[in-house]
């Protein structure tokens, strides 16, 4: 028998072992480090009133010599003028507050789900997905019909005489928040539900034998092992939520400042794509952080375990 069809050889092995491995970095590679790549290498240029806008690296000279023209104005420029520092922070609190709030709504919804009989899991979840079976912007859209002064929400309230006036919810922060934790209410459910719905319920008949009270039970037993869940769903809303654009454009109004609004004006309004590269750079940056801390975080878990 020809050893090379056999199923022992070391060389097919090493093959497919090399295609399984390869395959997610061949995929980081194409879908983002090139894209990144090219990112970096827009922020490096000048913008110009060209198509497309902005200059390129090697340029000729006369006599027919080229140069190297790398441009580091654009990074400086976000370091000096104040309105990027401003959208940057803005969007870190806006961030950081929506999936707090995002947190304490998800959690007992996702605990509840999990701890629902078998057969009512399965529709719970389905009600939480339904949303995405909607297009985004319309979804987004519907608050504004929902917030509006003579909106859905007003007429209820004053229907039912619990205000005298409409009250200014559209084009406001709060506006913002609740259009960010409605859209991303269900990334933050769904890692909470996984790992909820994989605790091992002995621990807490333990805790309860030796008098452990259902709130303790939870503080000592459910909230420490569920923490996989809590930061995994933290960065599934923070992470997008940085960049977002539609629901400040939308429900916050000219007012508000975000990053992802300031790199739409520039690369869409202001044509400057070198300026708007270093921002998505310098957000890249930021938002690699709490991946790394995540990374640290899990990496000290499996140690403990």
Known sequence: MNPSLSGNNPLAKLSGRGLLIGAPWFWMGVFFLLPFLFIIKLSLSEAALMQPPYLP???EIEDGLVTLVVNF???SLLFEDPLYWKALLSSI??????????LLIGYPMAYAI???PKAWRLPLLMLIILPFWTSFLIRVYAWI????TNGILNDALLGLGLI???LEILYTPTAVYIGIVYSYLPFMILPLYATLIRLDDTLLEAAADLGCPPWKQFLTVTLPLSLPGIIAGSMLVFIPVMGEFVIPDLLG??????IGKLMWTEFFNNKDWPLASALAAVLLVVLIIPF??????EKRLEMRQ
């Open 57 to 59: 690296f090697i340029r």
């Open 73 to 75: 104005g654009n990074y």
């Open 93 to 102: 609190e806006i961030a950081a507050i929506a999936t707090l709030v995002t």
């Open 114 to 116: 999990a701890k629902a």
């Open 145 to 148: 019909g929902i917030l509006k």
């Open 164 to 166: 005298d006036q409409p």
């Open 253 to 258: 109004g000219p007012n508000t400042l975000m």
């Open 292 to 297: 790394v801390l995540w990374q640290h975080f």
